[in-house]
């Protein structure tokens, strides 16, 4: 499926979302409230077929964040990605791993890196900081290291 095609796709698929245009893959914008029906629409539908999740990261902004998924259809191969922006304050999306079990692990590494609540997360605690590191949220750019005394 061309890069086109599969736009129209997902346009037809999900009216409400919006094109970034610039990068190497299509990108999709989503609604934070929108994420998780959009992540099923997208595994579920047989043209589309998005089976795995091989990258989930956050950016932060310093006004907001936003998560990027990076998706590929492994049948297919077309890849896609999905930009969704949430608050700086109280960060908060749904799980998508029930979706992608790949997701587990980037959701818990996005969690105690950025401090971003994944909603209903099987599991949601500490990945690689030892303990005593919850809530810290070394790469926030508003993450202040005393000891080493790293500020942005």
Known sequence: MTI????????????????????????????????????????????????????????????????????????????????????????AIETVSDIWQTANFHEREVYEMFGVNFLNHPDLRLLILPDGWEGKNPLLKDFEDPINMIKL
């Open 4 to 91: 086109e095609a599969l736009k129209e796709k997902i346009t037809a698929l999900l009216p409400s979302v919006l094109f970034e245009e610039g990068g190497q893959w299509p990108t999709i914008l989503v609604e934070p409230a929108d994420w998780h029906k959009v992540a099923v629409l997208l595994r579920q539908d047989d043209s589309l077929s998005f089976d795995f999740l091989f990258c989930l990261t956050c950016i932060d902004w310093k006004t907001h964040l936003t998560m990027v998924y990076h998706l590929d259809a492994t049948s297919y191969r077309h890849n896609l990605v999905v930009k969704v922006k949430v608050e700086k304050v109280n960060p």
